[in-house]
């Protein structure tokens, strides 16, 4: 089993930025691809971001493309989101979850490990 624990939210004004760190660490070979998901309060967790391990193939969801970045450290076993021009309805609870197939997902179920959320709250 992956550990994933997530650092960097906080509280920011429309148009700053955050930086959201996941650290992964237990059994971490054989984990290929890793994404960020955000869940609002009454709203289902949904995609924001993935890249896979082996050749940093990545993926965004339309509302954050172009805002949002996800990348990998592989020798800190770290994955980072920068989040630039955020806005309200950024505002949410982000999880770091991890799978062990080389291939960029958008479904919650694809993920077999998951972080405990780091909130981000982003004032208007």
């Known amino acids: 089993q992956v550990q994933l624990v997530e650092s960097g939210g906080g509280l920011v004004q429309a148009g700053g930025s955050l930086r959201l760190s996941c650290l992964a660490s237990g059994r971490t070979f054989g984990t290929l691809t890793a994404g960020w998901f955000r869940q609002a309060p009454g709203k289902e967790r949904e995609f924001v971001a993935a890249v896979t391990w082996i050749d940093s193939s990545t993926d965004y969801a339309s509302a954050v493309k172009g805002r949002f970045t996800i990348s990998k450290t592989n020798a800190l076993n770290t994955v980072i989101l920068q989040m630039n021009s955020l806005k309200p309805e950024d505002t949410a609870v982000y999880y770091c979850?991890?799978?062990?197939?080389?291939?960029?997902?958008?479904?919650?179920?694809?993920?077999?490990?998951w972080g405990q959320g780091t909130q981000v709250t982003v004032s208007s």
């Open positions: 979850a991890a799978k062990r197939t080389n291939r960029v997902s958008r479904l919650v179920n694809d993920y077999d490990s």
